[in-house]
């Protein structure tokens, strides 16, 4: 017969396996959760079959980590504002050539209205004749270029969205425009966590 505290322990045992596993499903942690139907975001780069260029969601473990936005593969392609706004930073390497290389290498961040901003790194050289603080921006306007700087292995574009003038980071497929995926989740991995005690399972693993 098992005792209150095996009870107990099973339970959390089997609380912190459905976290994980519904992360490894879809990418988010349960406590993620935003939307508004008054802002009309847009895509940052060119919405048509925008499904087949993303390769990483949010949410999804770089072990040390949680990936905080979303990646789009993407090659020298117009980086677009997802709404109107005003250019509230941006870094280039060449601002200070002689710096280290920054993990977001190229970057741009825009302020939009009810406390949200948006991110995009990784864009190419060169920074556009107006993306610099403070200027404003319109939705859709061009704002950089896909690239390949800092930390990356590819071009692509690491999108980021924040929400409450940026002290809190949302799954950026809350916000924008839906896109049709037919394709149905694979788990890759499990993690299962007992108290500090984790225990990762592996795709060929016996469960």
């Not at 948006?118 to 993306?131: G, I």
């Not at 590819?154 to 949302?170: P, Q, Y």
């Amino acid at each position: 017969m098992n005792t209150d505290r095996e009870k107990i322990s099973m339970n959390k045992l089997k609380n912190s396996a459905i976290v994980f596993l519904s992360i490894c499903l879809i990418g988010i942690p349960f406590t993620v959760g935003y939307s508004d139907k008054e802002i009309n975001f847009i895509w940052p780069i060119k919405s048509e079959k925008v499904s087949s260029k993303l390769s990483s969601l949010f949410g999804e473990s770089r072990l040390d980590h949680f990936h905080n936005g979303v990646d789009l593969v993407s090659i020298n392609e117009e980086v677009k504002s997802i709404a109107d706004g005003k250019i509230v930073f941006s870094r280039y390497s060449e601002d200070s050539p002689f710096d280290g290389e920054y993990g977001t290498g190229n970057c741009v961040w825009v302020s939009h209205s009810k406390g949200i901003l948006s991110a995009y790194y990784h864009l190419k050289e060169t920074r556009m004749d107006f993306s610099k603080s403070n200027d404003s921006v319109k939705q859709g306007e061009k704002i950089g270029y896909t690239g390949n700087t800092g930390h990356s292995s590819g071009s692509h574009l690491h999108f980021v969205i924040a929400a409450e003038n940026g002290n809190k980071l949302i799954n950026p497929l809350l916000i924008l425009p839906v896109i049709e995926d037919n394709l149905a989740p694979e788990i890759g991995g499990l993690t299962l966590s007992v108290g500090e005690n984790y225990t990762n399972i592996n795709d060929g693993d016996n469960i």
